[in-house]
C-alpha cells in the first residue's frame, strides 16, 4: 500500500513535467551513496530519456542514506544547489522516521522544481516506469 502511495506521487508529480522520476530503494551498499546512485541511474536506463530529464531518488534504507540525482539535460540548465531544498524536505521526515511521506513530499517537490526548466507538453510521453525499483 505504501508503494502504491509513492508510485501515485510520482504520476501526479510527472503530470507538470517532462522529467521524469523513479526512486530505487535497497537494504545498503558498500559503495559510496552517490557512485552507488549513479549505477543504478544507468542500469535503469535512466539516462535515455529524450530530453536528459530523468531523476533518481537512490535510498539505502539501513545506512541512512538517500542520493537526488539528475541527468545531463537538468544538471546544464539548472544551479548546483538545485535538489537542496528537495532534499531538506526529505531529511526533516526521515529524522522522524516518517519514510513514506519523506519520499512523497521529496517527489511532489521535485516534479514542482523541474517544472519550471521542463513544463509538460501535449506530446510528453512517460518515458521510464514509475515503480519502484528494489535492490
Known sequence: NDEQ?????????????????????????????????????????????????????????????FVICGDKGINDVVPNDFWESTKEIMQAHFKKGNFKQGLIDGILKAGEELKAHFPWQVDDENELSNQISKG
Open 5 to 65: 502511495e509513492i508510485v501515485a506521487a510520482i504520476k501526479v508529480a510527472e503530470k507538470n513535467t517532462s522529467g521524469e522520476i523513479r526512486v530505487h530503494i535497497e537494504h545498503s551498499t558498500e559503495k559510496d551513496p552517490y557512485e552507488r546512485a549513479l549505477e543504478v541511474f544507468y542500469l535503469l536506463e535512466m539516462n535515455s530519456t529524450k530530453d536528459q530529464n530523468g531523476v533518481l531518488i537512490y535510498v539505502a534504507v539501513h545506512d541512512h542514506k
